[in-house]
């Protein structure tokens, strides 16, 4: 069974400062690996992906995240946070397969507050 | 404007009063799924649709039924709602990934759920 853990449930950073939230994952064979964020009263909006080939992800917003097979990481970055970056985000896994069809498994989320 | 569909936003009910929370996607896609998000716990996979009459439970599926009668449609069912039952939901919808690889799932807006 695949699981994925955030081990930040809050990130706080200055605006214009870098921001880091961290995922580790675990799945059996090649992993789907997604970031949604959701801002208050909202649904979940697909922020990147990986699926094969560059390590470094680039996604909306300015967001990046990098994938590290050996270490089972897929941390989202963001080079300048911006105050609008203040949302829950919440790391993905999806196994490969046709037989898992898209089921996604969540972390347990981390709050980013960036502060002016 | 490809979008998913909850209804109601907001509902609070009494314990053992059956209730239904739509869903409805305008994007043909094969793939749903309902989650439950709470606290620290990410969101959870109650029941999922590979396509239309195709339904099978996802990690938590005690005290949910849904059904898939048609592939825009994918209503959740709690026959007898219990406080545990308490939380946030999002529907999602994808498309079935025939090759294996994985596309974005798109939420719905969610619906919060009081069962008092």
């Known amino acids: 069974a695949q699981s994925v853990a955030q081990p930040e449930d809050q990130v706080n950073v200055a605006e214009g400062n870098p921001l880091t939230v961290k995922c580790t994952y675990s799945?059996?064979?090649?992993?789907?690996l997604f970031w949604y964020v959701q801002y208050p009263n909202r649904g979940l909006q697909f922020l990147l992906k990986?699926?094969?080939?560059?390590?470094l992800v680039k996604g909306s917003y300015g967001f990046e995240a990098e994938f590290n097979k050996s270490q089972t990481s897929f941390h989202l970055k963001k080079p300048s946070a911006l105050v609008s970056d203040s949302a829950l985000y919440f790391c993905?896994?999806?196994?490969?397969?046709?037989?898992?069809?898209?089921?996604?498994?969540f972390g347990g989320g981390t709050r980013v507050l960036v502060k002016p | 404007e490809a979008q998913v569909t909850q209804n109601p936003r907001y509902l609070i009910t009494v314990t053992g009063k059956k209730l239904t929370v739509t869903c409805s996607q305008n994007?043909?896609?094969?793939?749903m799924s309902w989650y439950r998000q709470d606290p620290g716990l990410g969101l959870r996979q109650i029941y999922y649709?590979?396509?239309?009459?195709?339904?099978d439970k996802g990690d938590v599926p005690e005290g949910y039924k849904v059904s898939r009668k048609e592939k825009r449609n994918f209503p959740l069912i709690l026959e007898s709602p219990s406080p545990n039952q308490t939380s946030l939901y999002f529907c999602?919808?994808?498309?079935?990934?025939?090759?294996?690889?994985?596309?974005?799932?798109?939420f719905g807006q969610g619906t919060r759920l009081t069962v008092v």
């Open positions: 999602a919808s994808s498309p079935y990934p025939r090759t294996g690889v994985r596309t974005e799932a798109f």
């Open positions: 799945v059996s064979g090649n992993p789907y």
């Open positions: 990986y699926i094969t080939g560059d390590n």
């Open positions: 993905a896994v999806s196994p490969e397969g046709k037989a898992a069809g898209n089921k996604l498994t």
């Open positions: 994007m043909n896609h094969e793939y």
């Open positions: 649709s590979m396509n239309v009459e195709a339904t």
